[in-house]
């Protein structure tokens, strides 16, 4: 399969991530690459035996550090007056600037109302998606009905960006996001169906 030091769960995020990355400097070429690197260590995944599942080393740590700082583009600059976390560390963030970062919540909430209300889809979807950033924060790297905490969210976010048949980026976005989540959920079949939808409406 792949090195067992790395991990394929862990592969597969830092594939995904690593495209983001290139697709956001504008290396499209190099995006569709490791997505298609990440797809077929999904395969591999979706085909493995139990005894081989049991063997990987993970982590939801890894997935909610990543999916983090993909949202770091959408997040206010840092300054002395509103501090910013340390984006793409698992640890290291200091407790007040922990709970600042949480403590935007209720106010996102708020607006995410406004927008529902309004009918606003596009920003609902980023709101929503900073929402659940936030979510996997406080406790995204808790194993405890983990699939049934998260997945409501992840599958909203996808329906709701479906319903913006004009704006392809925020559904392969939202698509991504909730492949990732199903990878962390071992879902693997579904990671991969999500993922593949993903790659060809950017590729």
Known sequence: MTDRGTGPLLLVWALVQFARMREAVGDGASAAVARREALGVLEQLASATAGEARRWYWSLGWWSTLFVLSGRAAEPAASPESPMPPFGTERGWSRDVREGFLGMLPGLEAEAA??????????????????????????????????????????????????????PARLARALTDRSMFLVAARSFDRAHADLAEAAALLD
């Open 114 to 167: 406004e927008l529902r209300e309004a009918e606003r889809l596009p920003e609902l979807v980023d709101v929503l998606r900073r929402i659940s950033i936030r979510a996997a924060v406080r406790d995204g790297d808790h194993h405890y009905r983990f699939e049934e905490r998260f997945a409501p969210r992840f599958d909203e976010g996808v329906t709701l960006a479906r319903r913006l048949p004009d704006d």
